[in-house]
């Protein structure tokens, strides 16, 4: 099985400073998020997602989910590959899905279905 994949959508910082650092995203970009709240920020860069979670270790790195058309087929096929789940899929919130995997590299890879999401 094999799974297409729709281009990049989104790209996760996690954070242990949310407010420090939704401050420097917005005075680097130049406009504040879109969403913000305790939980998840949310700036909208040229119709892609850029998102912080207070609630991971920075020097793990960023969380880059790749769109898909369905999330838990993706997710079969990158378990046949040799994958194992690192966080299974789960509706975060407005019909948007994402899971990821590890890779049998012990890369992370993400996966993402948002419905809203439309390519410039």
């Known amino acids: 099985m094999s799974t297409p994949l729709l281009g ?8 242990t400073t949310l407010d420090e650092t939704k401050k420097w995203w917005t005075e680097l970009l130049g406009f504040a998020p879109y969403f913000d709240e305790p939980f998840y920020v949310g700036f ?6 850029l998102g ?3 609630d991971g270790d920075p020097s793990k790195g960023a969380h880059t989910y790749w ?3 369905d ?10 590959a040799g994958s ?14 994402t899971a990821m995997v590890t890779t049998p590299d012990g890369s992370l890879l ?4 948002n ?4 390519a410039n």
């Open 84 to 97: 194992t789940i690192q966080a299974a899929p789960e509706e975060v919130g407005d019909g948007i899905i």
């Open 52 to 54: 912080l979670i207070p």
């Open 67 to 69: 769109g898909v058309p």
């Open 110 to 113: 993400g996966f993402i279905f």
């Open 8 to 15: 990049l959508r989104t790209v996760i910082y996690p954070t």
């Open 71 to 80: 999330v838990q087929n993706a997710v079969v096929a990158a378990l046949e």
């Open 44 to 49: 909208n860069v040229s119709g892609y997602e």
């Open 115 to 118: 419905p809203h999401f439309e």
